[in-house]
């Protein structure tokens, strides 16, 4: 996987958040994973992402014609083309 670029404020990359989610980051983190540089953010202020969060699962995970397996590869194939990290 390619090195990031370091986040806008990268004391949020380095902090050790409380809770689920930051065990949740430190175990994908201790194998060497990607974490998307967006999930610090919602770990920062998950007061205000929850909407943001609310609205990503309603859109992959909610009803539609399209099964979420093909919305996922949707999703991956025009990251991809926007040379984005999915």
Not at 42 to 53: D, N, V
């Amino acid at each position: 996987m390619p090195d990031q670029a370091p986040l806008f404020l990268p004391s949020l990359e380095f902090r050790s958040l409380p809770g689920e989610r930051g065990e949740k980051f430190r175990a994908i983190q201790a194998e060497g994973r990607h974490i998307p540089q967006i999930y610090y953010l919602f770990g920062f202020k998950p007061e205000i992402t929850a909407h943001l969060a609310a609205f990503t699962e309603g859109v992959m995970r909610g009803p539609s014609p399209l099964d979420p397996g093909l919305r996922e590869l949707i999703a991956a194939y025009t990251s991809r083309l926007n040379r984005c990290l999915y």
